[in-house]
């Protein structure tokens, strides 16, 4: 049996120093894990908190003490802010910044560090109000876990609880003294007065725990039942003097924490240190061992650090750290992901900075690189545990506020997480088996932290630092609200030729970010032209409001004298209607509408009465509903455009700049109302004016630069304003429709080969890079305009493809597909090539050449007419090929109208068709998908949300998925 073991030691060490990691973008992945903090700040946001779904909260923490102790970190999926496991966040991130300094630099995200940094010390300055006295817990962990919603709305009570003299707690104390003085050595050059603060306050803390000796949790015993200290306070003295020793070089710390290394816990019976576990937020021994063997170079920490490292990877005395089958050191079932994370940070640290054996160095080594491979994506799920980030992501954390939900249930309202919490490294297999549920409700394996994610950065920066990666230029973008936060949601109680009774639901489900209300009415628009036309008048009908939930009030008013519309406007204003459960998320009001026998009654005509039945509540955006009087939901009557511009077709065209040759554009085609007046207009792919034509015939494309441009018809009623060149389309103001674009490729003269010189003569060099654009170019390939990211994997020197990979933004054929398994390919030879079977996307099927151009990656059809290119630039390539990711599409008779167009955000798309089985997307002018949304409404309208986009053009796109319709409309956005 020892032989046994010793010879599987020797093929594991072996395994060690012959691995070929895969590699991902290691800068993205820092970049987002350092996002999720900012997901996680409490109280008034900073300027530069970059989620855009977050907003302030907790502004009154510590007013029951009388202080201010708004700031620092969410824990985890709740909002306490539990000290010891966020000041142990802080010396992780911290550690990181300090030990890989230049990576951190060069990946431009030092800064992005020390400011998230500076967010938390700035919180523990605040809570350290005394010497001996600091503010150690805000909330009540009982009463916080039983809320389901965001912190913007939370209304518990939020108990302030400290440690002092009388009460001591030595962890919290000596762990908040180790996170302020690492952070002071990162501001010890920018920010030298901010870092003597922070020592300062160091220091008072450190000898507060030393002093007051005592467990913090059974001062603060509130945080026993989340945060209990099970590791006593040994290990905290030892872990702050070290890092006071760090920050100030002065040596009576040093010594302090070598004589109180002597008392850290021992491994059973044994007198070895601990090392069967390994640091977390209540255990500092095992980074003691690491840190005091890199200050000191002693053999009796290098024994202590080697002997758990070696537990961890190639066994030490026959017993080992269990394994999953697809290689996952599994600790415990409770966030397995961050003991492994934690121990790699360790690994990284002693194999980099302490002097060992080269076997020694190349086994910690690989051990924390395959960790930290494992958590983004190389496991047999293939799929990454960071939220946001590489292939198949885990997306449904437990986390209250990204579920951004509405009702206080963690399962619905809504089904799907409201936003992604980018960066955010969920807990993972509870078991070493590599399985795995994205479930929200298994708070073992999807819950994240603060904690969890500490050390896993300073993992990434080091990856980072090894391999590279980039990160993302674009990074965050925006988020759309992916429903109607505030809307009305109605039905029929009654209806008959005597009158009716409509029920009104106004609701509140904010999530960009949650808020509560308290001004909101709405309008019911009804109008009595049967009546008029039999000489009654608005005194003959019987409208009240009754059955109010709460205190609305209602009142008619009139709308349109000459068309005879009235409304009942009802205000809910002194209402707080809040996204925190049901029913305080909505208001219930009724309107009763009631006739006298001969008076005429017909709901036909009446323009809130469109879309709304007896069998069921429905969203009904002939119901608007107002904030303070802004209309932040549905539509009025009569608002929106009067013209309707028909329908335009023909191209796309392509033209070669300067070649003197007229540039006469046939094929286009206009069907249907042009209105009263009409212009054609000619624009860049910015949307500005180049033209103003008579006719698109008379465009001269010779005088513009090489590019892509647009050939519009706008049809017009009476004034318009802003139409001329050099103005942008988002100027134009009137009662004005544009038709769907034509598109025109420029190229140069001679313009570049579509082919970009396949196949090339040489291999295809290595790329590990994601394309958010693709550009089918030329004529004949596949439409993949539900394609949000092409990422590749491919390493020459290893001769690997690790990855080849799309997400879709409406799951066909899936949402992430793999397509290594439907890919034959020969990268490391000369004329490298590729052949798809099977993939599922039609067109896509078949053999191409590959090549790069200028970082990015080609794919010429071997059978000729078009060119696959991955870009992140979102203009396409000039080559003689014409560029089709944007195409007219109008092919069918389902009519579409959206008003109000143009739209400062908010728009209603209305049908004559059923939307249901429709899928809905909007696209910038160069094609690229800006929001999707499969719809489940059976009725005829729907609102969609535009904020968030720069003013401009944009083409919505309808696909009905039982017919195969598809249908086009153009937005223009304010």
Same mark, same amino acid.
């Given at each position: ?14 395994? &060690? ?19 999720? &903090? ?96 600091? &503010? ?86 509130? %945080? ?114 961050? &003991? ?6 360790? %690994? ?43 292939? *198949? ?8 506020? %990204? ?424 990268? *490391?030879?000369?004329?490298?090539? %590729? ?140």
């Amino acid at each position: 049996m020892k032989n046994f073991i010793i010879h599987g030691i020797a093929i594991l060490l072996c395994l &060690y120093s012959t691995t070929n990691f895969a590699q991902k973008n290691y800068g993205e992945a820092l970049q987002k894990s350092l996002f999720f &903090y900012e997901a996680q700040q409490s109280g008034p946001l900073p300027a530069w908190n970059r989620v855009s779904w977050r907003g302030d909260s907790a502004l009154t923490d510590g007013s029951d003490v009388g202080l201010d102790l708004t700031g620092g970190w969410y824990d985890a999926g709740d909002h306490v802010k539990f000290g010891l496991p966020m000041a142990f966040s802080v010396t992780s991130l911290a550690w990181g910044g300090i030990a890989y300094k230049d990576a951190y630099i060069r990946s431009g995200q030092m800064d992005i560090l020390k400011r998230n940094l500076r967010f938390v010390t700035d919180y523990f300055l605040k809570c350290h109000t005394a010497p001996n006295e600091f &503010y150690g817990q805000l909330g009540n962990g009982g009463i916080d876990h039983a809320f389901w919603g965001s912190p913007e709305v939370m209304v518990m009570s939020r108990p302030s609880h400290k440690i002092d003299a009388a009460n001591p707690g030595s962890e919290l104390a000596a762990e908040t003294a180790a996170a302020l003085a690492a952070a002071s050595m990162l501001f010890k050059d920018s920010d030298p007065t901010y870092s003597a603060t922070l020592i300062t306050h160091a220091k008072q803390l450190y000898n507060f725990a030393d002093t007051h000796r005592g467990v913090y949790s059974e001062s603060i015993t509130d %945080a026993a039942g989340f945060y209990r200290s099970f590791n006593g306070y040994n290990d905290e003295l030892v872990w702050g003097a070290i890092w006071l020793y760090r920050a100030t070089n002065e040596t009576a710390y040093l010594d302090k924490a070598e004589l109180e290394y002597d008392n850290l816990g021992t491994e059973g019976q044994s007198s070895f240190k601990a090392y069967k576990f390994t640091t977390s937020w209540d255990d500092k021994g095992y980074a003691s061992y690491v840190l005091l063997a890199q200050l000191t170079g002693k053999q009796k920490y290098k024994d202590d650090a080697e002997r758990f490292l070696d537990f961890w990877t190639s066994g030490y005395n026959g017993e080992r750290v269990n394994y999953s089958p697809g290689g996952q050191a599994h600790l415990i079932q409770w966030g397995s992901l961050r &003991y492994a994370a934690n121990t790699s940070f360790l %690994a990284f640290i002693y194999s980099d900075k302490v002097a060992t054996t080269p076997a020694n160095k190349t086994k910690y080594h690989d051990f924390a690189v395959n960790q930290v491979n494992y958590a983004l994506g190389d496991n047999p799920l293939n799929r990454s545990f960071m939220v946001g980030f590489g292939n *198949n992501p885990a997306n449904n954390p437990h986390h209250r506020s %990204a579920h951004g939900a509405w009702g206080n249930s963690l399962q619905n309202k809504p089904d799907l997480a409201s936003h992604i919490l980018y960066g955010a490294l969920v807990g993972g297999p509870s078991q070493p088996n590599d399985q795995f549920v994205d479930d929200r409700g298994d708070f073992i394996a999807n819950e994240v932290a603060c904690d969890y994610n500490s050390c896993f950065t300073g993992n990434l920066v080091r990856m980072y630092d090894e391999f590279g990666g980039t990160p993302l230029t674009n990074f965050p973008i925006a988020e759309t609200p992916t429903r109607a936060e505030i809307r009305s949601f109605s039905k029929f109680n009654s209806n008959n030729a005597f009158g009716s009774t409509v029920r009104v639901l106004t609701q509140n489900r904010t999530a960009w970010p949650a808020r509560v209300t308290d001004k909101l009415s709405y309008r019911y628009f009804f109008n009595i032209s049967e009546g008029v036309a039999q000489g009654f008048t608005i005194n003959d009908y019987n409208i009240t409001l009754n059955s109010v939930q709460g205190n609305s009030t209602g009142e008619i008013k009139l709308w349109d004298a000459a068309n005879n519309i009235y409304y009942m406007e009802v205000s809910m204003v002194g209402e707080q209607i809040s996204p925190i459960g049901d029913p305080q998320f909505r208001r219930e009001t009724q309107i009763n509408i009631r006739v006298q026998n001969g008076v005429p009654y017909d709901i036909t005509n009446d323009w809130s009465a469109q879309g709304i039945n007896s069998s069921a509540d429905t969203e009904s955006t002939n119901i608007p509903v107002y904030d303070n009087g802004v209309l932040v939901f549905g539509n009025e009557p009569g608002q929106g455009s009067n013209v309707n511009g028909g329908v335009i077709s023909g191209g796309p065209f392509s033209f070669t700049v300067g070649d003197g040759t007229a540039d006469n554009v046939s094929g286009i085609t206009l069907s249907g109302n042009v209105g009263d007046s009409s212009q054609w207009v000619i624009t860049d792919a910015s949307n500005n004016i180049l033209e103003l034509p008579i006719t698109p015939d008379s465009v001269n494309f010779d005088t513009s630069p090489p590019g892509t441009c647009f050939i519009w018809h706008l049809s017009y009623n009476g004034t318009i304003t802003g139409l001329a060149v050099g103005n942008n389309i988002s100027a134009v103001t009137g009662d004005h429709d544009f038709s769907n674009s034509i598109t025109v490729i420029k190229t140069p003269v001679g313009g570049g080969d579509c082919g970009f010189g396949t196949p090339i003569a040489t291999s295809l060099p290595s790329i590990n890079s994601a394309f958010n654009n693709i550009h089918v170019l030329g004529t004949g390939g596949p439409n993949l305009g539900n394609v949000t990211t092409f990422t590749i994997n491919w390493d020459l020197n290893n001769n690997g493809l690790y990855q080849f990979s799309i997400n879709t933004n409406n799951g066909t054929p899936n949402w992430y597909v793999d397509l290594r398994s439907s890919l034959t390919y020969s990268y *490391n030879t000369p004329q490298p090539d %590729a052949t798809f079977s099977g993939t599922g996307i039609p067109g896509l099927d078949g053999a191409y050449w590959v090549t790069l151009d200028s970082g990015n990656f080609v794919m010429a059809s071997k059978a000729g007419g078009f060119t696959l290119y991955f870009s992140n630039s979102a203009v396409p390539p000039v080559c003689t090929s014409s560029a089709v990711s944007v195409s007219n599409k109008m092919k069918n008779t389902e009519v579409l109208k959206l008003s109000p167009n143009p739209t400062p955000g908010i728009v209603t798309l209305t049908s004559n068709k059923s939307l249901q089985h429709s899928i809905i997307k909007v696209t910038s002018l160069t094609g690229r998908v800006v929001l999707s949304d499969k719809s489940k409404n059976t009725l005829n309208n729907k609102t969609i949300s535009l904020e968030g986009l720069k003013p401009g053009i944009y083409i919505l796109e309808m696909l009905n998925t039982k017919t195969g319709t598809i249908t086009n409309k153009k937005i223009v956005k304010k």
